[in-house]
């Protein structure tokens, strides 16, 4: 049984750019969550997804924006990259409110 | 708004060592309470959790209780091994599991042979 995998690993971006980043939720999930984390920080949430619809979110800007498939797998879009937005993005899917597994995530670098 | 604070690192032990980690923490409510570890190279994984006040959660030698009075959830474990040496996060989750989770800024523990 597969965990929670994200695609890329690594992505390397200049600032103004657009990203899309993609989670695949662990077999049996329902629900997806984003997280950041900069380096040395600890993550912070970005928001959450299930039935589609983004269901909580954290206090990032309207540039992060998300959406999930009806096969629950989900992308994190950021649009007009600052240097600021490099970190570790994670991904954790959950069946509802139930334990989180988190995925390996994604690092993106903006120059 | 919420907020969880650990101890800076790293942590650095000998194998065998008693290990203690503080978290302290501020929300609204009752949140549940998390502590996580991160090996190297791979995601974050659930290491125990407690969901109210006096509940003590235990996993693989690890141990902390939720205390309200003291707004604290301190890891421990009696005896370090190297491989306990990982980043250990503390969390919470307010809103009954509905909500994202909030992370202290991680503490690095390295156990020396």
């Known amino acids: 049984d597969a965990g929670v995998t994200q695609s890329p690993t690594h992505l390397i971006k200049t600032r103004g750019q657009q990203v899309t980043l993609r989670c695949s939720p662990k077999?049996?999930?329902?629900?997806v969550s984003w997280y950041q984390q900069a380096l040395g920080q600890g993550p912070q949430f970005i928001f959450q997804?299930?039935?589609?619809?983004?269901?909580q979110r954290g206090n990032f800007p309207d540039r992060f924006s998300g959406h999930q498939f009806p096969n629950y797998s989900s992308e994190l879009n950021v649009n007009a990259l600052l240097l600021g937005d490099s970190a570790l993005y994670l991904c954790?899917?959950?069946?509802?409110?139930?334990?989180?597994?988190f995925g390996s995530g994604t690092q993106l670098s903006v120059l | 708004g919420n907020s969880v604070t650990q101890m800076e690192g790293p942590v650095t032990l000998s194998e065998e060592a008693f290990l203690t980690i503080n978290c302290t923490y501020t929300?609204?409510?009752?949140?549940?309470l998390f502590w996580y570890v991160q090996y190297p190279g791979e995601g974050l994984q659930l290491l125990l959790k407690?969901?109210?006040?006096?509940d003590k959660g235990s996993n693989k030698g690890f141990e902390a209780t939720y205390r309200k009075e003291t707004t604290s959830f301190h890891l421990e474990k009696g005896s370090v091994q190297v491989s306990d040496s990982a980043v250990y996060f503390c969390a919470l989750q307010s809103g009954g599991g509905a909500d994202g989770l909030t992370f202290g800024k991680g503490t690095h523990l390295i156990i020396q042979p």
């Open positions: 929300a609204t409510g009752y949140p549940s």
């Open positions: 407690a969901t109210k006040a006096d």
């Open positions: 997804y299930y039935e589609e619809e983004e269901r």
């Open positions: 077999s049996g999930h329902d629900t």
């Open positions: 954790a899917s959950s069946r509802r409110i139930e334990k989180l597994f």
